[in-house]
């Protein structure tokens, strides 16, 4: 059974949860440690931005900062995604050995398994989807920059509402996904939050979110809090992985890497928001 390592962060600001995610990739890909899953969660609530997403063109930051909401960039791509209610897990391996093959859709396909898994336990029926033959439109309905209002390949709907979200980063042989698991959502702050100025009407794209996003508590009944979700995430994991998680901190070598992201990335207004130029 293949060991692994299990860090479960304290709350952190975004700049911090962006730069240990890069520091925990560094490391799986020198080999100084054996693959991991991350769980985290976000104080204050930010949204991240995909790597290549300028933020002017995909959020309100006037709406961000009269609601102290900070705005990151992720090291990985895709749209802007909301973390405020949620379970935010990364996984960090080698791009091949132990359960992945090394192909970027079959190891987004692996990591969908202990969801599915875990979706399954809440009674909720998460289904598995190529999600990009199902994009219809929401340009169109001024949405496109909402990560949730997309599904994109092997990411899990319930009822044709995305459930999860997430993008991979490949670098030296090692890949970080991302991925979000909402408890609640507050659409209205979503759209709020998330168009930019000068987006489609409010009531067509609240129609199309509402009828394209989903999260847990939607279906679960009684409300699930979140210290349940991760006992019942990292059990998943384990047991359809096969896999011994072992509880782990930051090495030193990772706590210094993280603090120097935040002081020349993460923590700089100018790098979170350029986007590719």
Same mark, same amino acid.
């Given at each position: 059974?293949?060991?692994?390592?299990? #860090?479960?962060?304290?709350?952190?600001?975004?700049?911090?949860?962006?730069?240990?995610?890069?520091?925990?990739?560094?490391?799986?890909?020198?080999?100084?440690?054996?693959?991991?899953?991350?769980?985290?969660?976000?104080?204050?609530?930010?949204?991240?931005?995909?790597?290549?997403?300028?933020?002017?063109?995909?959020?309100?930051?006037?709406?961000?900062?009269?609601?102290?909401?900070?705005?990151?960039?992720?090291?990985?791509?895709?749209?802007?995604?909301?973390?405020?209610?949620?379970?935010?897990?990364?996984?960090?391996?080698?791009?091949?050995?132990?359960?992945?093959?090394?192909?970027?859709?079959?190891?987004?396909?692996?990591?969908?398994?202990?969801? #599915?898994? #875990?979706?399954?336990?809440?009674?909720?029926?998460?289904?598995?989807?190529?999600?990009?033959?199902?994009?219809?439109?929401?340009?169109?309905?001024?949405?496109?920059?909402?990560?949730?209002?997309?599904?994109?390949?092997?990411?899990?709907?319930?009822?044709?509402?995305?459930?999860?979200?997430?993008?991979?980063?490949?670098?030296?042989?090692?890949?970080?996904?991302?991925?979000?698991?909402?408890?609640?959502?507050?659409?209205?702050?979503?759209?709020?939050?998330?168009?930019?100025?000068?987006?489609?009407?409010?009531?067509?794209?609240?129609?199309?979110?509402?009828?394209?996003?989903?999260?847990?508590?939607?279906?679960?009944?009684?409300?699930?809090?979140?210290? @349940?979700?991760?006992?019942?995430?990292?059990? @998943?994991?384990?047991?359809?992985?096969?896999?011994?998680?072992?509880? @782990?901190?930051?090495?030193?070598?990772?706590?210094?890497?993280?603090?120097? #992201?935040?002081?020349?990335?993460?923590?700089?207004?100018?790098?979170?928001?350029?986007?590719?130029?």
């Amino acid at each position: 059974m293949d060991r692994w390592r299990l #860090l479960r962060t304290s709350p952190a600001n975004g700049a911090w949860n962006m730069a240990v995610d890069e520091a925990l990739l560094e490391s799986v890909a020198a080999g100084r440690c054996p693959p991991l899953l991350r769980l985290y969660r976000w104080q204050p609530a930010a949204v991240s931005l995909g790597y290549a997403q300028r933020g002017t063109d995909q959020v309100n930051l006037t709406a961000c900062r009269r609601q102290g909401v900070e705005v990151v960039r992720r090291i990985t791509g895709g749209r802007a995604v909301l973390h405020q209610h949620e379970l935010t897990y990364a996984v960090v391996a080698p791009e091949q050995g132990g359960v992945f093959s090394g192909g970027v859709l079959e190891n987004y396909r692996v990591i969908a398994a202990p969801l #599915l898994a #875990l979706f399954a336990r809440l009674g909720i029926d998460g289904r598995l989807v190529s999600g990009r033959s199902r994009f219809h439109g929401a340009q169109a309905d001024g949405a496109s920059s909402v990560c949730f209002s997309v599904p994109s390949s092997y990411e899990i709907l319930c009822a044709g509402r995305k459930l999860t979200g997430g993008a991979q980063k490949r670098q030296g042989g090692a890949f970080l996904q991302h991925g979000s698991i909402p408890l609640d959502l507050d659409l209205e702050r979503l759209w709020d939050l998330l168009n930019p100025e000068d987006a489609k009407p409010r009531s067509v794209a609240l129609r199309h979110l509402e009828q394209s996003v989903g999260w847990i508590n939607r279906w679960h009944h009684p409300p699930l809090n979140i210290d @349940s979700l991760e006992t019942l995430f990292v059990e @998943s994991f384990a047991a359809v992985l096969g896999l011994t998680l072992e509880d @782990s901190d930051l090495s030193p070598v990772e706590l210094a890497r993280a603090q120097e #992201l935040v002081a020349t990335r993460y923590g700089c207004e100018s790098w979170n928001l350029r986007g590719l130029t």
